[in-house]
């Protein structure tokens, strides 16, 4: 979703977001339901919602982001075989154990 969306930024081409995958975070914040046969309606029908992007480093965001921690437990759970919440636990369990801290630097600016 993320990738399709990142092309789409700063044209009038709506998202048809149908949830099938493994976080959801976004469908859910809009109220698309987990429920494919409920949900393809809704994109259908073409119901639209306009939303902010965020970017970082030239990377857009859509629903949240991270740096830091987080981040690195979702890098790690990407990289996992087991896409399950076991999956995610073991992610975090490992990263508690070889985590560093590093500096990071925030600007907002307006467009």
């Not at 469908?27 to 965020?54: F, M, Q």
């Not at 991270?66 to 896409?83: L, Q, W």
Request: glycine share 10%; aromatic share 10%; charged share 20%.
């Amino acid at each position: 979703m993320n990738e399709v969306a990142s092309c789409l930024v700063g044209t009038k081409i709506p998202l048809g977001i149908a949830p099938v995958g493994s976080g959801n975070g976004l469908a859910s914040n809009l109220g698309v339901p987990r429920n494919l046969r409920r949900a393809l309606p809704i994109i259908k029908g073409r119901h639209i919602v306009e939303i902010d992007a965020g970017s970082i480093n030239d990377n857009y965001f859509f629903n949240n982001t991270g740096v830091g921690f987080d981040a690195s437990i979702i890098k790690n759970y990407e990289s996992s075989e087991r896409r399950t919440l076991i999956g995610y636990l073991k992610a975090c369990y490992t990263l508690l154990w070889s985590y560093f801290t590093s500096k990071v630097r925030v600007a907002q600016f307006d467009s």
